[in-house]
């Protein structure tokens, strides 16, 4: 009798967990109460990238003359949403799809414990029906957190769903929250014309990024014109004869912020109100506690991506999925995201992978620092991209990989080649020693290797920076 296995939620988590867990031989069952895809696909990294590219297009073609095409734009607001929602609905039904063609019974409701082996499935139409399982996997996600702000629920504030699906652009947006969401959509919207400030309560923007590449991208958009205030707490949200305005302060000066919307992207947190885990003797704090093989203190229940604040990434949470399902069918793998790459779809792009400078000095590690700039790279130049640059951490005492930062245009993609490379533990010398094509961005990462060394060949070499507790 094969093992049967129950997903609750069909985000890029749970559906991956139940195609795997379908592969390997189980009857699987997916309980989803909104749309397959969750987030990521629905309402954040694929509606959001398809809002940028329409963006980016749209910034080429107004700075077209460089290449030596003169070319006028405008932009149709009501195509741009229509390609949204295309592409959208497009990968939506491939993963019905996929999950159709791997016989995976895919429900759509509400799932609440009823005890450790039962979940109960409520229906819109207000039925409900009883299942079992041998195991289940909870993929049940995040959603936009939102502190206890005077104003905060005001029509004029928004969050990060709503922003995808504006009927117009906004003349002027206030972005509460400088974290990878607040960045994205700012770099969208000012694009098309909106006037963004955006506020952050840490010292620098994307807090988690390595410092010295967050600290270039906020001067590359504060010289585009968009305001960046950091070490500002947001105190509360007002309307003063219509005029909707963030009220701010910092060292005991307050400040007031109007703009036609309110942007809150301060973070989000795990979504499992409606489970009901305690029914099933789950442990929680903020999130579904899970050790590091995905299992929670129910052993044969399973939390995985945004629910367990592991890590709220897409791709994270799909090899967590994979990780979950085979471990449901026997095996006893373990989760690391160590080696898990991070993106922000800035322009240019921002993706870091290993540890940040901060990190290792945090961890008394000594090491040394290669960089390369954009503006030396022929690809880059053949481009129009003139900001940016890659920059790797080496250990001073067996040149190990430490990290690799890259600022740059499709940064997300040349993240995949440092990711493979620290994954197979290469050396600072087999990375030198690697053939990159010409002319390829790529050369950056290869550049920056070399400038560890001290023998870069397309800036002139100095001593590589050092660092140390």
């Known amino acids: 009798m094969s093992r049967t296995v129950l997903v609750i939620g069909g985000g890029p988590g749970g559906y991956v967990a139940a195609i795997r867990a379908a592969q390997l031989g189980a009857q699987v069952t997916l309980i989803e109460k909104e749309k397959v ?16 590219q329409s963006a980016h297009l749209y910034e080429q073609i107004r700075n077209a003359e460089q290449f030596g095409i003169r070319a006028e734009a405008n932009v149709d607001w009501k195509a741009v949403q229509e390609r949204r929602e295309a592409v959208t609905a497009q990968l939506r039904k491939g993963v019905e799809g996929l999950l159709r063609a791997n016989g995976v019974n895919v429900i759509a409701g509400t799932a609440a414990f009823v005890d450790k082996k039962t979940v109960c499935v409520h229906f819109e139409n207000g039925t409900s029906e009883t299942l079992r399982a041998d195991n289940m996997i909870l993929a049940t996600g995040s959603i936009p957190s939102y502190p206890p702000i005077p104003g905060i629920h005001s029509a004029f504030c928004i ?6 699906s504006l009927n117009h652009v906004p003349r002027s947006m206030v972005i509460v929250g400088g974290g990878v969401i607040g960045i994205e959509l700012a770099c969208a919207y000012h694009a098309f014309g909106t006037q963004i400030t955006i506020l952050e309560m840490a010292e620098h923007i994307l807090p988690n990024m390595d410092v010295e590449l967050s600290e270039r991208l906020r001067q590359d958009l504060v010289n585009k014109g968009i305001k960046i205030e950091t070490r500002i707490k947001v105190t509360g949200f007002e309307s003063d004869a219509g005029t909707p305005a963030c009220c701010a302060e910092r060292d005991g000066v307050q400040t007031k912020f109007p703009a036609e919307k309110m942007l809150i992207a301060i973070g989000r947190r795990a979504e499992f109100s409606a489970l009901m885990p305690e029914k099933a003797g789950i442990k929680t704090e903020r999130w579904i506690l899970a050790d590091e093989h995905l299992r929670t203190n129910v052993p044969h229940i399973y939390a995985i991506g945004d629910c367990n604040g592991k890590l709220l990434l897409a791709h994270a949470a799909s090899e967590q999925g994979v990780i979950a399902a085979e471990n449901c069918m026997g095996t006893n793998r373990v989760f690391c995201g160590s080696l898990c790459p991070s993106g922000i779809y800035s322009d240019p792009e921002l993706a870091s992978v290993g540890l940040t400078e901060e990190q290792a000095k945090a961890q008394n590690r000594k090491y040394r620092v290669g960089t390369f700039p954009v503006a030396a790279n022929g690809r880059a130049l053949t481009q129009g991209q003139k900001n940016g640059f890659i920059k790797i951490l080496i250990a001073e005492e067996c040149d190990e990989i430490l990290g690799i930062h890259i600022y740059a245009p499709q940064a997300t993609e040349l993240i995949g080649q440092a990711v493979l490379a620290m994954r197979l533990e290469a050396t600072l010398e087999e990375v030198v020693d690697t053939i990159f094509a010409h002319p390829t961005l790529s050369e950056c990462l290869h550049e920056a290797a070399l400038a560890a060394d001290g023998r870069a060949i397309h800036i002139p070499n100095r001593p590589p920076k050092s660092g140390r507790r």
Do not use: E, M, R
């Open 37 to 52: 895809g969750g987030t990521c696909l629905n309402v954040g990294c694929i509606p959001t990238k398809t809002l940028l």
């Open 159 to 164: 969050d990060s769903t709503t922003a995808l």
